[in-house]
């Protein structure tokens, strides 16, 4: 999580900030997912990996700029294909859609 909410619970880790996650040893080993409606993969046709960190931008900041070509993207797709979803809305969305698919 970032930015750090001072949460002490084992299956929260808070991160100063995005690259401070990013480069974290904790997640080697992890595949990461950036959301965000400039993904090429839409939701529908995804494929959760089993070690996955899930990462979510705020509102007019696009985290896939962060991609690396082993890292993955998926966007959730909508009646205007342009966003729309709060952080926390498409965290609910994917993870439902793991859930879903498992």
Excluded: C
């Amino acid at each position: 999580m970032n930015p750090e909410t001072g949460m002490h619970k084992p299956y929260v880790s808070g991160f100063k900030d995005l690259d401070a996650l990013l480069n974290s040893s904790e997640f080697s080993g992890h595949t990461h997912i950036y959301v965000d409606e400039n993904a090429d993969t839409e939701l529908t046709d995804f494929s959760h990996p089993e070690n996955a960190v899930y990462i979510f931008g705020r509102t007019s900041y696009d985290v896939i700029v962060h991609k690396k070509e082993d890292d993955l993207g998926v966007k959730i797709p909508t009646v205007t294909n342009n966003g729309g979803f709060w952080a926390h809305q498409a965290a609910a969305i994917m993870l439902y859609d793991r859930f879903l698919k498992t």
